[in-house]
């Protein structure tokens, strides 16, 4: 089993910066492709960014390009979203997951989940 725990999230201006965390227990994150993934109110939830086991492969939706970077530190069990120039539609509940495959959890297939954590977007 893992626990992930989200971190990070709060209320940021228009163009402000973020940076979420999400902290793993029970089993080295090494073994798992990781995810973030938000969902916003009356929307389904959408994948963001996603990174390899070892981090070399990342997948980012095109409305975050430029703007998002997601990273992983495999010794800490943690893995990262830095996020710059956030815009109002950025509001959503963030999530991590972690799933066996990098090309599953691109896809929304994943092992485990965490809670979530608020970001908003003031304009």
């Known amino acids: 089993q893992v626990q992930l725990v989200e971190s990070g999230g709060g209320l940021v201006q228009t163009g402000g910066s973020l940076r979420l965390s999400c902290a793993a227990s029970g089993r080295t994150l090494s073994g798992y492709a990781m995810g973030w993934f938000r969902q916003a109110p009356g929307k389904e939830r959408e994948v963001v960014a996603v990174?390899?086991?070892?981090?070399?492969?990342?997948y980012y939706t095109d409305s975050v390009k430029g703007r998002f970077t997601i990273a992983r530190d495999n010794a800490k069990n943690i893995m990262y979203l830095q996020m710059h120039s956030l815009k109002p539609e950025d509001t959503a509940v963030y999530y991590c997951?972690?799933?066996?495959?990098?090309?599953?959890?691109?896809?929304?297939?994943?092992?485990?989940w965490g809670q979530g954590t608020q970001v908003t977007v003031s304009s």
């Open positions: 990174i390899s086991r070892s981090g070399g492969s990342t």
């Open positions: 997951a972690a799933g066996s495959y990098y090309s599953d959890v691109r896809v929304g297939k994943h092992d485990y």
